[in-house]
């Protein structure tokens, strides 16, 4: 029933920046968990990070964590995450995930809606 839009993938070079928005329309936006998950050609899909229903935890794999913050906006329904010193490695489609806990962690089966998908790209 919630349904997902992600978007903010683009071409960038090692080093550089990019920053991922995750939007619904649904009523209860604000009561759910949300993650954000990538998957490379090739490899399965895993997880990256994932925010509290409010916004007060989060929670970073350890490919990621000091590089990416994941912040998120109840009042306009969106979710960020903001990607730093991007590395080749990082290259995947990512996709935004809600769960109906209020506290997340980095497991796929506790994740039921997903968004469409937005393609990164890191490389000279």
């Known amino acids: 029933q919630l349904r997902l839009v992600d978007s903010g993938g683009n071409l960038v070079q090692p080093g550089g920046s990019l920053r991922l928005s995750c939007n619904s329309t649904?009523?209860?936006?604000?009561?759910?968990?949300i993650g954000w998950f990538r998957q490379a050609p090739g490899k399965e899909r895993e997880g990256v990070a994932c925010?509290?229903?409010?916004?007060?935890?989060?929670n970073y794999a350890d490919s990621v964590k000091g590089r990416y913050n994941m912040s998120r906006d109840n009042f306009k329904n969106r979710v960020y995450l903001q990607m730093n010193s991007l590395k080749p490695e990082d290259t995947a489609t990512y996709y935004c995930?809600?769960?109906?806990?209020?506290?997340?962690?980095?497991?796929?089966?506790?994740?039921?809606?997903w968004g469409q998908g937005t393609q990164v790209v890191v490389s000279s």
């Open positions: 995930a809600a769960s109906s806990r209020q506290f997340c962690e980095l497991d796929q089966s506790q994740f039921h809606s």
């Open positions: 649904t009523p209860r936006f604000d009561y759910y968990a």
């Open positions: 925010i509290n229903f409010n916004g007060m935890i989060t």
